[in-house]
């Protein structure tokens, strides 16, 4: 495949415009996972020839490609946290996990006060075996909230799954659950239930 796409560059070089030769080598970087540079030869390529694309192979991934192209232009030209955050969700949800912690990173670089968003950045973090550096960014949060309920929980989780330091798990684990019963009526019963059951179930109570 690297040979493959190695030939197609040398073409490319040549003819830029050449689409066919564009989705080839778009389809070899998504197969290889390298999303976000599939995703712009592709949007290149819809720009010079929107026919060919759309009867590609690789057209159903088209629609998210073009939104996250718009996205990026964006966030770049306004700085916007909350585009930032849309695309880390949308990276996030297709499991593309090392784009989605750029994308918080971005986001928490205009505004650190997103607790939300550090939440999210560290459990991208984790699902990218990059365990350390989503606790770091669980105690940032923790630092300024230590009974935070989600920071607590997820640093329980990663602490007993991750890192198998349970007396330290346990520790975020209670708090996490002394956090969810003062905040038991902002939350959904069927919700408030599971996380409940889920938390008791940790501390093997």
């Given amino acids: 495949m690297n040979k493959a796409r190695e030939s197609i560059e ?13 989705l080839q080598l778009a389809n070899i970087y998504l197969k290889q ?22 009867n590609s ?12 192209s718009n996205l990026k232009k964006q966030a770049i030209q306004t700085n916007d946290p909350q585009m ?8 996030y949800e297709m499991g593309i996990f090392n784009e989605a912690v750029k994308m918080y990173k971005n986001s928490l670089e205009v505004d650190e006060a997103q607790h939300d968003v550090r939440l999210k950045l560290s459990i991208a973090l ?6 350390y550096s989503a606790l770091y960014e669980l105690q940032k949060i923790l630092k300024q909230d230590k009974k935070h309920l989600y920071a607590n ?9 991750d890192v198998k330091d349970e007396a330290e798990a346990y520790e975020h684990f209670a708090k996490a659950k002394k956090a969810l019963v003062e905040q ?15 938390i008791t179930r940790e501390l093997k109570e």
Wanted: with cysteine; charged share 20%.
């Fill in 10 to 22: 040398v073409i490319l070089l040549n003819e830029p415009n050449n689409v066919t030769c564009m």
């Fill in 33 to 54: 996972g390298k999303i976000p540079k599939g995703f712009e030869i592709l949007v290149d390529a819809y720009s010079i020839d929107p026919y060919t694309v759309q």
């Fill in 57 to 68: 192979p690789v057209a159903a991934v088209l629609p998210f490609a073009l939104k996250v």
């Fill in 84 to 91: 930032w955050n849309k695309l880390g969700d949308g990276y």
């Fill in 126 to 131: 984790q699902k990218n075996s990059q365990t």
């Fill in 153 to 161: 929980y997820y640093m329980g989780k990663i602490l007993m799954y």
């Fill in 184 to 198: 038991k009526d902002h939350f959904e019963y069927v919700e408030y239930t599971h996380l409940l059951n889920d």
